[in-house]
């Protein structure tokens, strides 16, 4: 994207691998899926997966942005956090 900012960034969260999944099932607009290709907003846990190097946290989340409205997006993901307070 030229001048401007890309639609995909990672979160370390302040919790471990159990917490990082409540925050992934709390998510109602954010479909867990590891895809870049369509213009739904996605979340994925890179570390579900048993095969992932240690060097990537347990709590890391990998965000596409979709779509959506960015503020319904903003809530969802603010209301999920609320899990892991």
């Not at 370390?12 to 992934?24: E, I, P, S, Y």
């Not at 213009?39 to 570390?47: F, H, I, T, W, Y």
């Not at 990998?62 to 997006?73: A, F, P, T, W």
Request: charged residues 25%; proline residues 4%.
């Amino acid at each position: 994207m030229t001048g401007g900012f890309g639609a995909v960034l990672c979160v370390v969260l302040n919790t471990d691998a159990a917490g990082a999944q409540r925050v992934v099932e709390a998510l109602k607009l954010w479909t867990p899926a590891t895809s870049l290709g369509g213009v739904e907003s996605l979340v994925e846990r890179r570390r579900r997966h048993g095969n992932e190097p240690d060097s990537i946290p347990e709590s890391l989340l990998r965000l596409s942005v979709g779509i959506e409205n960015v503020d319904d997006l903003y809530d969802d993901l603010v209301n999920a956090l609320k899990e892991i307070a």
